[in-house]
């Protein structure tokens, strides 16, 4: 997706911004994809996030030292594919599939396995769910990724050009508070400018924008932690430049569960921000 959040060392060769022509040329392939996906709706963005489901779900089977043809890992994977594919005619059913998947796993001894698939499961149906709303899925989509990706961009830019001290040098040392600050205004600005174009308060719109952001920063950091109990620099090597599902992910997959539960709150048809 777009540029990530602050790695944690900067390209040996090109100095603090040595490693951002791979991430833009990455994002320019990752991003036209995923608003595809969103623009569309239906069945391609179903597809889409089953795809994506099933990447995390095996990124997750190899962090735990696990082989994803194993008896646990094709529990993982298949259960996190179904359980998105079912959301959105079922997110119940959905839930209920991977609360299956996790109990299969964590009857195997695999408890580490178990804890991934209800990590990713929740993100995946809440993604699908909030999509599949005729009136306002695109409108809440498009606002909860350009969140997470504005606040991301916002950490990166603040963090490489302000520095300063570290939001949690024992998570993820490369994290500044600057950074924070930064995809915070950012993750606003998303909020502020959704009221203007497309109607709502502004206070309304900037909050909600805010408190996404907020979960977003939390999910990378939340991600930085569980690498850092893994012993790996990245989940992967599937996006050059940027690393794996789960790097790019992370924001996304903390704050689609709080988005769909705030879409719960205010109703079908309602957009998120108005």
Not at 29 to 36: C, D, E, F, I, T
Not at 185 to 190: C, L, P, R
Not at 250 to 260: K, N, Q, R, T, W
Request: proline residues 5%; positive net charge.
């Amino acid at each position: 997706m777009p540029v990530p959040a602050e790695p944690p060392a900067a390209s040996a060769n090109g100095g603090k911004w040595g490693d951002l022509l791979v991430r833009v040329l990455s994002a320019a392939v990752l991003v036209p994809l995923a608003l595809g996906g969103i623009w569309i709706g239906a069945w391609p963005w179903v597809a889409l996030v089953v795809a994506i489901a099933a990447g995390l779900g095996a990124e997750w089977v190899a962090l735990c030292h696990e082989h994803w043809l194993s008896p646990a890992g094709l529990v993982v994977i298949v259960s996190l594919a179904l359980a998105a594919a079912l959301a959105s005619r079922s997110p119940l059913a959905a839930l209920a599939l991977a609360a299956l998947g996790t109990m299969l796993a964590a009857w195997r001894g695999k408890r580490r396995l178990a804890g991934g698939i209800f990590y990713i499961a929740l993100a995946s149906i809440a993604l699908v769910w909030l999509r599949a709303d005729p009136r306002a899925g695109r409108g809440d989509i498009l606002f909860v990724m350009f969140t997470v990706w504005a606040s991301d961009i916002g950490a990166y830019l603040a963090g490489r050009l302000i520095g300063g001290a570290k939001l949690a040098p024992r998570i993820s040392p490369g994290k500044t508070w600057s950074g924070a600050v930064g995809g915070l205004a950012a993750a606003i600005g998303v909020g502020l400018s959704a009221a203007a174009l497309g109607g709502g308060g502004a206070l309304h719109a900037a909050l909600i924008a805010a408190l996404l952001g907020v979960i977003a920063q939390g999910g990378d950091l939340f991600e930085s932690f569980l690498k850092r109990r893994f012993g790996v620099k990245d989940s992967g090597h599937l996006i050059p430049g940027h690393g794996g599902l789960l790097d790019r992910l992370d924001g996304v997959l903390a704050a689609a569960p709080i988005a769909a539960l705030l879409a719960l709150c205010v109703g079908k048809g309602v957009l998120l921000w108005t």
